[in-house]
Nanobody, 126 residues
Framework: QVQLVESGGGLVQPGGSLRLSCAAS????????MGWFRQAPGKEREFVIG????????YAADSVKGRFTISRDNAKNTVYLQMNSLKPEDTAVYYC???????????????????WGQGTQVTVSS
């Protein structure tokens, strides 16, 4: 079992920045690949960005590439999502997710993830 708790959401103006954190507990953190997903009202959940279990690989969706970065601190059992140049279309509930994985690769498929946080709201508006 892995418990995930997101924090850091809020209201930010277009062009601004925000950093989300996701604290994990319950399992060796370095054995799980991590990902961030988001869901806007009326839309399906979508993959945003992911990181491999040792942090050596990351992959971002085209919609956030060059603006969002993901990192992890396995000593602190925490993964971070740094969001820069935020746009109104980034408004959504952001979820972190975890999946135990043997290989040190990014997992981009939402259905592969086994554990999910409760989500944190990010609103980009002037």
């Amino acid at each position: 079992q892995v418990q995930l708790v997101e924090s850091g959401g809020g209201l930010v103006q277009p062009g601004g920045s925000l950093r989300l954190s996701c604290a994990a507990s319950g399992r060796t953190f370095s054995s799980v690949a991590m990902g961030w997903f988001r869901q806007a009202p009326g839309k399906e959940r979508e993959f945003v960005i992911g990181i491999s279990k040792r942090g050596g690989s990351t992959y971002a969706a085209d919609s956030v590439k060059g603006r969002f970065t993901i990192s992890r601190d396995n000593a602190k059992n925490t993964v971070y999502l740094q969001m820069n140049s935020l746009k109104p279309e980034d408004t959504a509930v952001y979820y972190c997710a975890a999946v135990p994985y043997g290989l040190d690769v990014v997992v981009a498929r939402g259905r592969a993830y086994e554990y999910w946080g409760q989500g944190t709201q990010v609103t980009v508006s002037s």
